[in-house]
Structures are given as C-alpha cells and as structure tokens.
C-alpha cells in the first residue's frame, strides 16, 4: 500500500499547466538566447584534454611512495595502509634489507587504482609518511587492468606531471612492471 | 587452602599461588612482563604491582606474593593506575619506536599496556640511550637490545628450562643491554620458545620474521605430530595459509614449550612433497575411482587366494581415528585379513631426543595404536609381517600413513601395495594405489601420546588438495568393498572405538578437555559405556 | 499515365523521404547542441574532420559510424519474427504520413515549355499524394505506429519492455481521441480534410492561419494547445515519454535492441518529430505560405521578393563572418597548441559566411536580372523553392519547440498523464468543437 504525500494544492489555472509551462520555458530560452550570442563566459567547463585543471593543494590524486635522503622509499611495510584500506586494494610483499638500518622494507607495494576509492586513509594511517596523495593526478587511466596496478617504482618519487601514465610508464620501464606484465601486449590479470 | 580477597572477590586457591594467578582465577588481570607461570619469579619489571588492603604491608609487587588466609589486594585504585603509568614511562623511557617494522607489534604487552595504562606523552628531553640492533645470536632467534626491558624471561629460560644459560643481562641502570657471550651463540633446541616468552619484540623468531603482521593470524589449536610428546600448539594462520606454530599451554604435557623441530614443522603443511591427489594404476584418478579400483582388488585377492592375502598394516602416524576405522573396515569386509603393527622412526622424523620434551619415537600415536592392536588381539609384529611377505601369502598389503618398507629395511615385496599417507615416500613410491590422508592439523580425531594421554585434534586449517581424514577414506573404502554400516565420522568412530578397545572405555571425543585424558592403565574388566557425544544424524 | 508522370510521382517520393531523412540528423545535432546551450553548457565539441568541428554535426557522422559497427545482440528468448519487424513499423509509418503533405502551392508548367512537352499545362500538385482521405490518411497511419513499440515491448521478452511497450499503446489510444477532436476543429473550419485545400485557404494574413481558426481566435488556439499536447504524447517525446522511462523501466521497448536496429527506433522518433511539426505548420501555422505573401502575389512579385532578400542576407551573414573572425581570440584556440588542426577553425567558417554572403548577393543579381526577362518557368521554381524554404523554417522551428520543452519539463507521472488526457484534454477539446461549430454557424450564417 502506497502512502501518499500530500504535495501543494495546485489552483485551477495551475492544472491546465500552461501558464507554469510557459514559464518554464521562458527561462530555459533566455539560457539558450544568452549563449548562442555569447557562449563562452557562461559556461563553466573546462575543455578538459585541451585544458586542464589545476588541483586545489588538498587534493586526493594518484598516490606516491615518499622516499628518504639516500633514495629508498620510506615505507617499512608495516601494512597499517593495506589494514586499514576499506578497499583491500593495497599489496605489500615485506622483506629485510641486510645493509639498511631500518631493516624492513617492501619488496613489493601494489596499489589496485580500479578498487582504490580514494578515502586516504592509508595517508592517514601511516607512521612514516611514507605514501601520501598530493600528486595532483587525476588522469588514472589505462588501456588493460594491469595499467592501473600502480607498484612501488612508479609510485615511488611520483609528483604533478613528472611522469606519464603507468602504461606508458612501464613500455618505457619494463623493469619496473608489475611481475607477469607484458609490456608489449598487456593481458589481463588472472582472476578477472 | 587459603582464601584471599583481590578487589574484594573471595578465591580460594591452592598454597603456594602467587597473587596474579589468584586474581586470575577471580577474574582479574594484573599486568606483568617478567612473571611467566614456567619460570621462577625475578619481579625486577614492577608492573604487577598492587596495593595489598589486608594481610600485609602495600604497595607491593602480586607475582612475589604467595596467596595466604586474609590476604586481601586491590588492582583498582588511583593508587595502582598511577603506579603502572609510572612503571610503563620508565620502560618506554629508551624504547625505540619500532612499532612499524616490529615483528611483536600487535601481540606485544607494551603496546597493549601502553594503550590501557600509559597513554602519556614522553618526557623525555635527552637522546635515548640505544644499543644494538639486528644482533644474530641462534639459528632461529634475532636479538634486538634496543627493544630489550630486561624482563629477564629469557635469561631464567636458558637457565631453568633448557639450563643452558646462554643468555646474561649485562651492564648496568640505564644501560643494561641482554646479550650472549662474546663468541658464543645459542644452543639448544628450544630458541622458538625465546621469542615466545619476551613480552616485547627484542627477541625475534627469525623464520617468522616480517613474514606476516600477528594481526592478520587466526590461532586455531592443534596438536604437534612430530613425536610421541604431543605438544599442544596453536597453529597461526591466515586464510588456511600456516604462518607458524606456537606452543599452547598444557601443563600436563608441555607446559608453554615446544621444540624447533616441532615449531618448523608447519613447513611440512605446504611442502612439495605432500600428497594431494589420490593415484591409481593408471596415475592420478579421484579419491573415489581409486577406493574403488582397490577394493576390486582387496575382493579380488580375498576371492582367488584367501583372506589371508590381504593385510594391514595399522599407522603410528596416523589418528585412533584413522587406524581404528581402517581396520573395522577391513575386518568387516575381509575378516581373515591379516594386520600388523611395525614400529620405528621413519626417514623424514628429525634426529634430535632430549629429556625435556622431545621423544625418542618420532611417531605421535604409537602408544595409541599399541592400545588398539593389544584389543584386537590378532595384530602382528615387524617380524610377523617380514615372514607373511617372504613367504608370498601376503598378496595385497594396506599402509596406514607410515613408511613402512623403510622401517622394514630390506624385504621382499608384496604384489601389491596400498598406501594412505601424507607425504610422499619410499613406501608411497612402491605403492600401486597412493590415497591422499589429511594432516594431524586439518582433520578432527585423537592422538594418543607416550604418557597414554589421548589429546584431541580439530581441524585448524581446510584439508590441502583432495586429501581426506582417515576415517572418512576408510569408510569410503567400507563402502567400495559393500560395508555401508561404518560409522565415518570421528565421533563416531571414537565412540566405537572407545566400545571396543578397553583402555579408551568411558572416554569420547568432545570429552577429551584441552588437557587431554589418559588412557586406563590397567583396563577395567567390565565395559564402562562411553558417553554418546555423536551428533544427532 | 506515361512514364514521365510515373518520373515524376518517383522524384517526389524521393524528395518526401529526403526530406525528412536529411532533417532526422540535423535534429540530433540540434537536440544535442540545444539542449547543451539550455544547462550553460557546450555540448559536443570534439569530433572533428581536419580540424573543422563543424558546431558538432561531426559527431552525428562518427554516430553513424558507430551504430554500424556495433554488435547486433539478439536476445535468444525474444520472439523472432515480432522482434525483428519491430523496429521497421514506426520508421515505415512515419515516411507514409509524409506523403499527403503539401509542401508548395502547385507546380504549373505551361504547355511546350520545352519542346512540345508537354503537349497541354501541366499542374503538377507538390504533394506525394493528393487523396480526399486527407488528414484521416494521416491519423490512420500514425496510430500504427504504436504497433512497432507494442511488437518491440512483447518480443523482446523482456519485462521491462513489456511494460515500456503497454505504456505506449495505453498513452497513444488516450491522446489519439483528443488529437482527433481538435483536427476535427480545422476541418470544421476549412470545411475540408485535404491538407492541401487547407494549406491554399491560409495563404494571404497570418489570420488565415488554423491558428486563428479564421478569427475564431480563442477556437483555433485552444485546438492548437490540445493538438501540440497530444503530437508531444504520440511521438513520445518529453514530458510524455514514459514507454522508455529510464528510471523505472531501463529503456522501455528497444530495452534489448542495438546497433541499428536501435538506430530505427531512434531515427523514428525524430522522424515522428518533423511530421508533428510539419502536420501543426499545415494545419495551425500557413503550412507553407510565406505571411502575407499569396503565391499569386509572391509569383508577380518574384523579383522584388529575391532583390530584398539577398539585400538582407548580405548584412546578416557578414555580420556571422565578423562573429567567426573574432572568436579566433576564444580561451580555447588560445590554449591549443598553435599546430593543432583546429587552429584554422574560425578562418574556416568567416570564409563560410562569406560566401553566404556572396549567394545572397547572387540571389540580388537574380532578382535584378528578372526585370531584365526571366522565364515563367524560373518564377515557378523560385516560389517552389521559398515554399519549401518557408516550410522548412516554420518546420525547424516546432522541432526546436519538442526539444526546447524537452529539456524544460520533468517527465509526468503515469496518473497525472491519464488525468491531463481524460479528464482534461478530452472534455475541453469536446467543448472546444462545440464552440468551433457554434462559430462556423455564426460565421456562415451572418458574416458570410
């Protein structure tokens, strides 16, 4: 049984609708007139791949591994990020660096961008800084699921417009390709 | 036995309990991290302290304080809080903050008391006094000083347990830094248990090392199997993958101890030589075409040369279960089938006794199949089955789990060879139809262990690939050879078993406890009826 | 008939279904670029052949494209032969209704115009098919083309188009009656259902239009309101287009069809869109008669009427050059790497509106040249050809009023749908033929 909400009275010359058709159309014309004459300071948009916008400094784009003076990446793999992810997009594979102080280190960090919802909570949830997500990208795009598997190398020192897509990234880097990753013709990941 | 007051509950408790055990049996935690209820008291961590209302003169520390009539303690007044806040900002005062890369993290009492005692910011203005990091002392233990509270466990471990007495605390106040001696490394077998005990992560299992946060393990508890002693453990794991094992306390059996071999052994759960799929005459074949193709053959050799050509060998590596099941099947389908018992350590048991925990037999249900054989009555010996195969009247051989042509040593033979096992060997080599038999820490059943304890076993972890308990394979084989009246499950069959072999009467599965229960040593000449723990069908 | 006259009837057939196929991708266009300037927005912008974007009507080309390309899914439980004859019925209907519109006064050619053919004058009527039927051709035919959304909504198997497809035909039956009475309205007005007959009596004053249902005034717009009402609920057009209600029912009836089979639907409703329009112009708006110009008037006047026109047209498309020239200086081509193709854009369309220019200017010679002597014939075409133009322009400007209410209204809900047509619609467009008969008797009676 379907409840019904009682909504405006309507009067008489409403229920004819002509008048509030009228009316509404008279709006949407004056719109129409006022951008054929002079569209562009109307509008807006962007004419996004031809211009692109700059992001605001906050905001949540591509993730980068923060590195330490002598190069290495911050992360100690303490897996606070992949915990605490509400998506379970995070990888990391930990392994111990004889020759380091710090020990731990990631062999592997792989973020899953396609089940990333960009909370940043990993951000948050980090001891050492080690990932933030002040990259400014937004293009996080790729042709294969594997392109949007960013790993640990090109995250790695990942700043505004300083590196390519990861597909281009890794057909110019096969080295730093996620393993079973074809460069020259990508396949898609097992299991999906 | 005394009675004493911990925040104003009454406990009556046994002489000579300390008062953190006693606020334990009245439902209170006392914080601590030098007490350990295997080692003699050292109290020098001072986190158990308490102010103590009556009988005595407070604050003082509960692992110290035996348990006598009108003793009455208080853990719960602004007293104590401070006071455990004051010790926790001492212990932190040059702890480093390793927490990220630490493998204790998430198991570790000072996180854990820090976040429900300490919660203070740190005063200190000075460097932190540091000592050194990463020190490999034993094939199994990393030694971080830095993280060190000089709780002394391990100390009191090396010298009362395995009394060794490897390990010292050196230098003094600020500086004390625990350590081996210069040129020396640990020795003994027990160095799993090192990393167990510290409270912190200054002693750290190096097989375990960044392997996996503790966080992500699910501790499921099992039973050791890799000799007669039985060791409770809880076996970690996350998703059906072991990470490790730990020991669980029993104190009947191990205390709060296990071996390395034992500790190690998890390996053996994903070790390439396990096996997973069930192969026939033809190779590999589903469980079921195999139980079947040999029951065609138990018929057929049963049928042209007798019963006495089939035989079966019981397993002292497998369950009651599984050699109780195997050989009701067998009886029932070929009665005149003859069954042995060889004792005896297989190729793969590690060479390693002590007095402390680890066997001679590197079997864990000898004593249990000994029960079981010594009721039926008709079990025979090495020697027995060494004649039945020279003579050539034994055509057609079943093996429970353990490597028996190994144990045997030279000897001609069988025709043919069945074998129910877990891992691969020269037994499995030989066998015509090779049946994959589930892992003590994947299946539901009971070992029996050298002291005649019957512990039981629940399944930790899924069964790897097709293999299956030794129960349920031989109840498929009951079925393959027209027996359909065997009970499969493991209770059940501890029911049946427990009707039939003397020294199980009165006992049933779910009745075990997690301290195990001990077999009669001298059977009851009645029947005592077990319990019927079986669910309903 | 002779082979000539059989020529004749097939050009116009052609040029019916031209007609209305050229319009079909324009209005995509339109609908697409309309409805963008109506949100503040610049719609689509970014198919281009060497650089010319052409406003968008690029996209209309890759659109086509697309659709062919496209994977042709047949659902394997839909009822074959229903699902697949579907999508022809409303697009076939749709070029039918087309036939028995005029679209120009007759066409008279006089006897040897050339040669000795033809042998007597030659009126050849500009209509595919003259028939007395008339508007009732029309309304027969247009109330078929539910049969395709019906067809498409049971054989698709599917229930969501089930339901798209029970919509439709219980909203076409609703507002065919009201659509109905109101026509009934004109004929009782020009006391004729020949479109053609009623397009010659609303040449001259704009108060010939059906639209003043010759100074019946309040008659004739009220007739127009039902009438455009009901053609936006037939065409299933906003805010009527509940058979494809995406929010409720997915897609409604072509829920299961793609590539071009979708294509048909689609293309059909823009086709159901410009016969609307062309059927409200004939029958509301002078049909194709230029305002005060009577085609006696506008054929002896033929010279003056292309002088100033061309004098017109000179001003305003040099006036479209400028626009294209200044808006070189746009954000956009500044921003735009100074290599891209569409760099030459705006150069592109000033040299468009240029030549524009230089036509208008052609059709002034024209003119000029007709004082000079101009043959009969030449007249003839040059009314034919404003006709057309006239049409086409009152046309364009009713299919920009479906896409203009389109994106102005919300959708109704069915209740409110069913109310406005039965209990409103119906009984004022009942009322509204009473009052037309009452003026026509009153009009006969005393003013005649």
Redesign the interface.
């Known amino acids: 049984m379907t409840q019904q909400v009682p909504g405006p009275e309507m009067t008489t010359g409403q229920?004819?609708?002509?008048r509030e058709?009228l009316q509404?159309?008279w709006?949407?014309?004056k719109?129409?007139v006022r951008?054929?004459l002079n569209?562009?300071e109307?509008?807006?948009?962007i004419?996004y791949p031809?211009?692109k916008k700059v992001m605001p400094e906050r905001y949540k784009g591509a993730h980068r591994l923060t590195t330490r003076p002598d190069g290495k990446v911050k992360c100690?793999?303490?897996?606070?990020c992949a915990?605490i992810c509400p998506a379970k997009c995070i990888t990391i594979e930990?392994?111990?660096d004889p020759d380091d102080?710090?020990?731990?280190y990631p062999v592997q960090f792989q973020i899953d961008m396609l089940r990333c919802i960009y909370c940043g909570f990993c951000v948050e949830a980090c001891?050492?800084d080690a990932i933030r997500m002040d990259t400014g990208i937004y293009e996080i795009n790729g042709f294969t699921r594997q392109d949007l598997i960013h790993d640990k190398a090109y995250m790695k020192d990942l700043k505004a417009g300083k590196k390519p897509l990861a597909e281009d990234w890794y057909r110019e880097h096969p080295e730093d390709a996620p393993p079973g990753y074809d460069v020259k013709a990508p396949k898609l990941r097992e299991g999906y | 036995m005394p009675t004493v007051k911990v925040n104003g509950i009454e406990v009556e408790v046994a002489p000579g309990t300390n008062m953190i055990e006693a606020a334990r049996q009245a439902g209170v935690d006392i914080p601590h991290y030098c007490y350990h209820p295997h080692l003699p008291v050292a109290g020098n961590c001072r986190m158990c302290l308490v102010d103590v209302e009556a009988g005595g003169r407070g604050p003082d520390i509960a692992c110290n304080m035996q348990a006598r009539d009108g003793l009455a303690i208080r853990t719960d007044t602004d007293n104590v809080k401070r006071m455990r806040r004051s010790v926790m900002e001492f212990l932190l005062v040059n702890h480093p903050l390793d927490c990220p890369i630490c493998d204790q993290a998430g198991e570790c009492r000072l996180q854990d008391y820090y976040m429900e005692h300490g919660q203070h910011h740190s005063r200190l203005a000075d460097e932190k006094i540091t000592r050194t990091k990463r020190q490999d002392i034993g094939d199994l233990i990393i030694l971080d000083a830095d993280r060190c509270i000089a709780c002394s466990r391990c100390v009191r471990f090396s010298d009362e347990v395995t009394k060794t007495g490897e390990l010292r605390l050196f230098n003094r106040t600020d500086h004390t830094e625990i350590g081996v001696f210069p040129g020396t490394r640990l020795s003994h077998h027990y160095q799993g248990c090192l990393a167990d005990i510290c409270p912190v992560g200054a002693l750290t299992n190096k097989d375990f090392r960044f392997q996996k946060r503790s966080w992500y393990l699910r501790a499921e508890p099992s039973v050791c199997d890799r000799c007669a002693t039985g060791c409770n453990i809880d076996v970690d794991h996350d998703h059906g993958e072991v990470f490790r094992y730990r020991p669980r306390r029993n104190d009947a059996v191990n205390k709060s101890w296990m071996c390395d071999f034992g500790r190690l052994s998890y390996k053996r759960l994903a070790a390439e030589d396990r096996i997973l799929t069930a192969r026939g005459p033809e190779g590999a074949e589903g469980v079921d075409a195999v139980l079947a193709g040999l029951a065609a053959a138990v018929d057929a050799a049963a049928r042209d040369h007798g019963d006495g050509s089939v035989g079966l060998v019981l397993g002292t590596r497998a369950t009651n279960e599984a050699n109780w099941a195997m050989l009701r099947a067998l009886r029932a389908a070929v009665p005149g089938a003859r069954v042995f018992l060889v004792e005896g350590n297989d190729p793969d048991a590690f060479d390693y006794t002590d007095d402390l925990l680890v066997h001679a037999d590197k079997n864990p249900n000898t004593a249990g199949v000994r029960l079981i054989a010594e009721a039926d009555g008709a079990v025979g010996d090495a020697e027995a089955l060494r004649a039945a195969l020279a003579d050539g009247g034994l055509r057609l051989l079943l093996v429970l789990a353990d490597d028996v042509l190994a144990r045997l040593g030279e000897v001609r033979r069988p025709e043919a060879l069945a074998f129910f096992g877990t891992w691969a060997n020269a037994t499995s080599e030989a066998a015509r139809w090779v049946l994959p038999l589930a892992a003590a820490q994947e299946v539901e059943g009971s070992f029996t262990n050298f002291q005649g304890r019957v512990q039981r076993l629940q399944p930790a972890i899924p069964a790897a690939g097709d293999s299956r308990p030794g129960q349920v394979l031989a109840a498929g084989l009951a079925r393959a050879l027209g027996e359909d009246a065997l009970p499969a499950g493991a209770a059940g069959v501890f029911h049946d078993l427990a009707a039939n072999v003397p020294a199980f009467f009165g006992l049933s599965l779910a009745g075990l406890g997690a301290e195990g229960a001990l077999v009669h040593r001298e059977p009851p000449t009645e029947q005592v009826a077990p319990p019927d723990t079986r669910p309903a069908p | 008939m002779d082979w000539i006259q059989i020529g004749i009837v097939a050009a116009k057939i052609g040029f019916a279904v031209a007609f209305v196929m050229s319009i079909v991708p324009i209005l995509i266009w339109g609908e697409r670029k309309w409805s963008a300037y109506i949100q503040d927005r610049p719609g689509p912008n970014r198919a281009q052949i060497a650089g010319i974007r052409a406003g968008g009507l690029v996209h209309v080309l890759t659109d086509v494209v697309k659709l062919f390309m496209k994977e042709d899914v047949q659902p394997t439980a839909a009822m074959k032969a229903y699902w697949w004859v579907a999508p022809l019925i409303p697009m076939i209907v749709g070029l039918m209704t087309f036939t028995v519109v005029p679209w120009s006064s007759d066409f008279a050619i006089p006897a040897h115009s050339f040669g000795d053919w033809p042998a007597a004058d030659l009126t050849i009527p500009m209509q595919v098919a003259r028939i007395n039927a008339g508007m009732l051709f029309i309304l027969a035919f247009s109330s078929l083309s539910v049969y395709g959304i019906m067809l498409a909504g049971w054989g698709s198997n599917n229930k969501f188009s089930m339901l798209g497809g029970l919509r439709a035909s219980a909203q076409m039956i609703s507002y065919e009656l009201a659509m109905g009475l109101s026509v009934v309205v004109m004929f009782l007005v020009y006391g004729t259902v020949r479109l053609d007959e009623i397009a010659q009596q609303q040449a001259g004053s704009i108060f010939n239009w059906g639209i003043f249902a010759p100074t019946g005034f309040i008659v004739g717009l009220i007739a127009f309101l039902i009438y455009w009402t009901s053609v936006l609920a037939e065409t299933n057009r906003l805010p009527f287009d509940l058979p494809e209600g995406e929010a409720e029912i997915v897609a409604g009836y072509h829920t299961e069809y793609s590539s071009m089979r979708f294509a048909l639907f689609f293309m059909a409703e823009y086709a159901h869109m410009i016969v609307g329009s062309t059927l409200t112009v004939t029958l509301f708006f002078g049909s194709y008669n230029i305002p005060f110009l009577r085609p006696e008037t506008l054929q002896a006047n033929i010279d003056g009427v292309l002088i100033a026109l061309g004098c017109l047209g000179i001003p305003v498309n040099l006036f479209f050059a400028w626009l294209a020239w200044k808006r070189r200086r746009r954000v956009f081509y500044l921003s735009i790497r100074p290599d891209d193709p569409r760099q030459k854009e705006p150069k592109f369309w000033v040299a468009v509106w240029t030549m524009a220019a230089l036509a208008s200017a052609g059709l002034a010679v024209l003119g000029i040249s007709r004082w000079v002597g101009m043959h009969l014939l030449a007249a003839e075409t040059a009314v034919l050809l404003l006709h057309i133009g006239m049409l086409l322009v009152k046309v364009m400007f009713f299919c920009y009023v479906f896409v203009w209410i389109r994106w102005t209204l919300p959708r109704f809900r069915y209740d409110q749908l069913m109310n406005l047509g039965w209990r409103m619609m119906v009984p004022v467009a009942i009322a509204n033929v009473l009052l037309a008969g009452i003026w026509v008797i009153i009009r006969e009676t005393f003013l005649a």
């Open positions: 229920k004819f609708y002509v058709v509404g159309l709006i949407t014309l719109h129409t951008n054929v569209a562009d109307n509008f807006t948009i004419d031809d211009v100690v793999a303490c897996m606070m915990q930990a392994g111990e102080p710090v020990e731990k001891p050492k």
